[in-house]
């Protein structure tokens, strides 16, 4: 039997799914693919925010391209859709997922994390889109949701020449949203998963669907859809315990640790 190549770890309430092929730099496999669909796929229900990290000195480097020398136009289509299902999964698996960078993002890598919620990059993080230098495309969602943090201008500019954006470079643009000290990007993780993972369940459900599904609509359509999400969430008893224990007690209140 293969060994695993993605690890999932429960800690209390965080999960953290690490790729775990750290001789190949994490690149891409099928059967990472499988494991990391499955990962994302279900979490006990005691897990409130995962943490989505890389083993070695690098996140990822990208689809694994000694599987890709060639491929039919229809085999190369369903490829790119299954990369498609699992960004959905990562961005859509209904908890908060928080990503800890280091060293390289780069490609098929780089379009994961853009379907991740939080950000943490170390300072030896770099991003890199090499597919034009390879002869490739990107197929993992990269135009929809690398475009959407840096903008379609920037994106082509950064495939047409393959360069390199260092962690502060990367950290200006939207990449990280956290930039820390080499070596901390999982302990800073690990922190803030503890907090969203305090949050009332109800209100982290709408914050990662509703905010970007509306920013898809046109802007009476989406107006109308955050009054509905509003409501739901305003009429829930989360949403009394919260507002009771600001105006009384003067606190944020742990969901979490009230269970
Ligand atoms: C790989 C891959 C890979 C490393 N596929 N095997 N991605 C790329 O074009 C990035 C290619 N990789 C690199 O630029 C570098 O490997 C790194 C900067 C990430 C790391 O450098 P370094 O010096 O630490 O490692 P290395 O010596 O280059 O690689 C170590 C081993 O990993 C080596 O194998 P070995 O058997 O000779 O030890 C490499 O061949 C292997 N390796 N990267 C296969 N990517 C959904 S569509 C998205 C399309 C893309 O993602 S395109 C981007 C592809």
């Known amino acids: ?15 953290i799914v690490t790729l775990n092929r750290p001789t190949k730099r994490n690149a891409l496999s099928k059967q990472l693919f499988i494991e990391l669909k499955a990962a994302f796929s279900s979490f006990p229900s005691s897990v409130r925010a ?19 020398r060639h491929h039919e136009p229809f085999e190369a289509t369903l490829y790119s859709r299954w990369g498609h299902e699992i960004v959905n999964a990562i961005r859509y698996c209904g908890l908060p997922v928080i990503s800890a960078l280091h060293g390289a993002v780069i490609g098929g890598g780089f379009e994961m994390i853009s379907a991740t919620h939080i950000r943490i990059a170390d300072e030896t993080a770099f991003y890199q889109l090499p597919e034009g230098r390879r002869g490739i495309f990107v197929g993992g969602g990269g135009t929809v949701f ?15 020449t393959g360069r390199k954006f260092d962690a502060q470079e990367g950290h200006h643009l939207g990449l990280s949203h956290y ?12 922190e803030l998963a503890e907090q969203v993972a305090g949050n009332a369940v109800i209100s982290n459900y ?36 919260g507002i009771d224990e600001f105006l009384v007690k ?10």
């Not at 690398?146 to 047409?160: K, Q």
């Not at 930039?179 to 690990?190: D, I, M, R």
């Not at 599904?213 to 009394?240: C, K, R, W």
């Open 206 to 241: 709408l914050m990662l669907n509703a905010i970007g599904h509306i920013s898809q609509m046109p802007a009476e359509t989406g107006l109308f859809t955050e009054a509905v999400a509003q409501a739901l969430v305003m009429t829930s008893s989360d949403a009394v315990t």
């Open 250 to 259: 003067k606190q944020d209140f742990n969901f979490k640790a009230a269970e």
């Open 50 to 68: 995962v943490i989505f990290t890389g083993e070695g000195k690098h996140f990822c480097a990208g689809l694994d391209l000694s599987e890709h």
């Open 146 to 160: 690398i475009s959407r943090i840096i903008g379609p201008d920037r994106m082509t500019e950064m495939m047409l």
């Open 179 to 190: 930039l820390v000290p080499e070596g901390q990007a999982l302990e800073k993780a690990l």
């Open 1 to 15: 039997m293969n060994e695993a190549v993605v690890r999932k770890e429960i800690r209390g309430s965080v999960a």
